[in-house]
């Protein structure tokens, strides 16, 4: 069967190099009966100076906390990584994509005491387009509100960017995409809006921007602290805020950030549009200015950039 993930030729594995085809992990690794995982997901982009990854060190850092939160601890330093990352990249001859940090309990206990399993580190990367489909950024997406919560604070750490997490979020894009949906947006467990499948959630009403407070059910997306700053920069009041669900339908414009999803407008939520069933004018503002500091078409006044570096010359 094809894989519908675009293959690269290399993936480091804990400090190794090796094929794509070669990567494996054992049946008894413990990340796979148990969801013993940390993971990031960060985008880089083609840039009139070469490829540029958008707020590395803000992911890893992410990256390394959410292992310390899970009582996981790498074998490798986070300046070793982002190492790591700039070769990768290199090596497969990108110059735009999706790079993938992921640590997880490997072979050592079956059971729910994860420490004799030792953790394993491995970075991949390949090429991506929109997450939401090719027009969504222009045309956005229909959303419906899911029908499963997101978890309550204290049961899991939603904070942290684990693979087990990720059950939840299946579920309520799976729901989404059965009731003929392109994303869901998902409540907390008061009934409040959290955040969507895989990522945060913004409503204009009345000029304000708006977007959940942390309260334990989402993670606080790289991204979602992107769209906040560069909405102040603008001059748009921004508000992190309890939102009850009926505000999805009060709303001039809604969108979700992400770094797959980038900042897609919503133009239906439950199958009612959302203002004039059209991304509105600080969606766009906010795109724009988004993507065109991560394309490297606007100046970088916040340094979110990272310059993948060029290979150093081979002495001969």
């Known amino acids: 069967m094809t894989s519908p993930i675009p293959t690269t030729e290399w993936i480091w594995n804990d400090g190794v190099f090796v094929p794509w085809d070669e990567a494996r992990v054992h049946v008894m690794t413990h990340a796979l009966h148990y ?8 985008r880089f982009y083609e840039t009139p100076e070469g490829p540029a990854v958008m707020r590395l060190t803000d992911h890893v850092k992410r990256f390394y906390t959410s292992c310390r939160i899970y009582k996981m601890a790498p074998a490798h330093t986070p300046e070793s990584l982002i190492e790591a990352s700039f070769e990768l990249i290199r090596r497969n ?15 050592g206990a079956l059971g729910l005491n994860p420490a004799p399993s030792p953790v394993q580190t491995l970075l991949i990367c390949w090429p991506w387009g929109q997450y939401l489909g090719a027009e969504a950024l222009e045309r956005g997406v229909d959303a419906g509100v899911s029908s499963w919560f997101r978890p309550a604070p204290n049961t899991h750490p939603s904070l942290a960017k684990a693979g087990g997490n990720y059950i939840n979020s299946q579920l309520i894009k799976m729901e989404a995409l059965a009731n003929g ?5 998902a409540l907390g467990v008061g009934g409040t809006v959290s955040e969507g499948s895989g990522q945060n959630i913004f409503l204009v009403v009345e000029g304000e921007l708006l977007t959940p407070a942390l309260d334990g059910t989402m993670l606080a997306g790289i991204t979602r602290d992107c769209v906040m700053r560069l909405a102040r920069d603008m001059g748009i009041p921004v508000r992190e ?4 669900r009926e505000m999805l339908h009060q709303a001039e414009e809604v969108f979700f950030a992400g770094t797959a999803s980038e900042v897609t407008p919503v133009r239906s939520v439950d199958r009612v549009p959302v203002g004039e069933g059209v991304a509105g004018p600080i969606t766009r503002r906010i795109q724009r200015a988004y993507l065109d500091t991560a394309r490297g078409v606007a100046p970088d006044r916040y340094g979110w950039l990272e310059r993948v570096p060029r290979a150093e010359p081979v002495a001969v």
């Open 241 to 244: 805020c309890i939102i009850p």
């Open 93 to 107: 001859g990108l110059s735009e994509g999706y790079l993938r940090p992921l640590a997880f309990r490997g072979v």
């Open 181 to 185: 949906f392109d994303e869901a947006i």
């Open 35 to 42: 969801g013993s995982s940390i993971f990031e997901g960060i």
